[in-house]
């Protein structure tokens, strides 16, 4: 007998006949004499659809009421998803995050789990009864609901694998594992067996939305084997593994991971003098946006041009405060770009193996893709292109670094 947390994604309980579809899923693990905590994402599209009523009275809604809106979509899936497994003679409960509960920092809309209670899990679960949780959502310690930021719900299901000490956490979803890339933008995108936490963590960090990087986080932290499967199909889905030895067989890049949430800023004929960094970049920290990429021209005649990547969220705020910033500053002028991409190689490989940013320039460069950024850190590159290269550069890259799938 195994206990196992599944979480079930948007996709999966997006109508009333795949919400029935998870609970005959459910069901089937629970006769074969597992205990089963399931987690459950709201429906499919609900949660944007609450955000969008939230804009239509307000364009600065105050996050404790966006978190009471936003959580209301796990409230129906639990419910709904329960009623599918006692109507099929499946004893189950559901259970809001504040129910359980699961205690979070005061940080609304991005809340972090401090702390699971599972006494009444347990007694659930020793009843015999499969247990339905709400993803995504918690409640700090005055009782308001807090939630943890858009796909939050792996982190709930790993959150709660560690609090019970489950023998594996399982994510559900609409494709059958971790693929090298985006299986939706390239068809030659190949399933992996297994990916270590420390790749899993940056693929995750660098735009690939199939687990929170939160999830990854903390099933490191807390040793949760974590396996990522498909809804619809059977299989062995992706294993999420603890960093192996270095191996010389494994490919040099594991997978490419991108994303076109970011706009790029630069502040033109900056006054090249100490200090300027600060200047640029204090006002926009202050105002709580967080800067990604930055790069600093060398100076030429007392000035240089400074260049940042921040959320696209964020750019027309941005803008604003450099605006400000400029005049303060006597700087030249302000330019800003917010169709980029940004495409990151993710792989441990990159430790034992030289050579991967020039391979990765030199296809770019075939394929008349112009380099707007770069960065690079142990087990990554990443660079930055117009937003409208993206998907041609993700599929050379792909078959560059003999990522393909070969049947
Ligand atoms: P869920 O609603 O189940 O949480 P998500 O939409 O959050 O599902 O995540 C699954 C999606 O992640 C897939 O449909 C796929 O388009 C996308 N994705 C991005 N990168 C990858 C990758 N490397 N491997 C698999 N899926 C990926
Ligand atoms: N429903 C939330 C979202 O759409 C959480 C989740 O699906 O994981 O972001
Ligand atoms: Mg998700």
Known sequence: MALIVQKYGGTSVGTVERIKAVAEKVAKFQRDGHQIVVVVSAMSGETNRLIGLSQEITAEPTPREMDVLVSTGEQVTIAL???????????????????????????????????????????????????????????????????????????????????????????????????????????????????????????????????????????????????????????????????????MEKPVISGIAFTRDEAKLTVR??????????????????????VDMIVQNVGAQGATDFTFTVHRNEYAKTKKILEKSIQEMGAGE??????????????????????????????LAKEGVNIEMISTSEIKISVVVAEKYLELAVRALHTAFELDKTD
């Open 334 to 363: 302000l330019t800003g770009d917010d169709k980029i991409a940004k495409i990151s190689l993710v792989g441990v490989g990159m430790r034992s193996h030289a050579g991967v940013a020039s391979r990765m320039f030199d296809t």
């Open 81 to 247: 998803l329960s009623m599918a497994l006692n109507e099929i003679g499946q004893p189950a409960r559901s259970y809001t995050g504040a129910q359980i509960p699961i205690q979070t920092d005061n940080v609304h809309m991005k809340a972090r789990i401090e702390k699971i209670d599972e006494l009444k899990m347990r007694a659930d679960l020793n009843a015999g009864r499969v247990i339905v949780v709400a993803g995504f959502q918690g409640v700090d310690f005055d009782g308001n609901i807090t939630t943890l930021g858009r796909g939050g719900s792996d982190t709930t299901a790993v959150a709660l694998a560690a609090a019970l000490k489950a023998d594996e956490c399982q994510i559900y979803t609409d494709v059958d594992g971790v693929y090298t890339t985006d299986p939706r933008v390239v068809d030659k995108a190949r399933r992996l067996e297994t990916i270590t936490f420390e790749e899993m963590l940056e693929m995750a960090s660098l735009g690939s939305k199939v687990l929170q990087i939160r999830s990854v986080e903390f099933a490191g932290k807390y040793n949760v084997p974590l396996r990522v499967l498909s809804s619809f199909q059977e299989g062995p889905g992706t294993l999420i593994t603890v960093d192996d030895e270095v191996d």
């Open 269 to 290: 004929n900056a006054p090249d003098t100490p200090g300027i960094a600060y200047k640029i970049l204090g006002p926009v920290g202050e105002a709580n946006i967080e």
